[in-house]
């Protein structure tokens, strides 16, 4: 079972996978003015999965996003 693959502006526009958001990354989400994102909607929010990217858009329209802080660029995944 994989995660929905969107296309990424930040990946070169690539398909890459898409998780949805972590506790931090949803309030970042409300607060930052890029985008307006309304608390209903943050499910339809969700975050490129790949190694160093902070690609947040919305599931159902890769346009509609924006980028999380510095402090969010982690490694996407911990090591198994
Ligand atoms: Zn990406």
Redesign the pocket.
């Known amino acids: 079972m994989g995660l929905p693959k969107r296309r990424?502006p930040?990946?070169g526009d690539t398909e890459?996978h898409f998780r949805r958001l972590h506790d931090r990354e949803q309030v970042f989400a409300l607060s930052q003015a890029t985008v307006r994102v309304h608390r209903a909607d943050l499910h339809k929010f969700r975050r490129?999965t790949?190694e160093g990217?902070v690609?947040v858009q919305s599931y159902f329209n890769w346009r509609l996003g924006f980028d999380l802080p510095e402090e969010f660029r982690a490694p996407a995944r911990p090591p198994v």
Do not use: A, E, T, V
């Open positions: 990424c930040n990946c890459q490129c790949r990217c690609r």
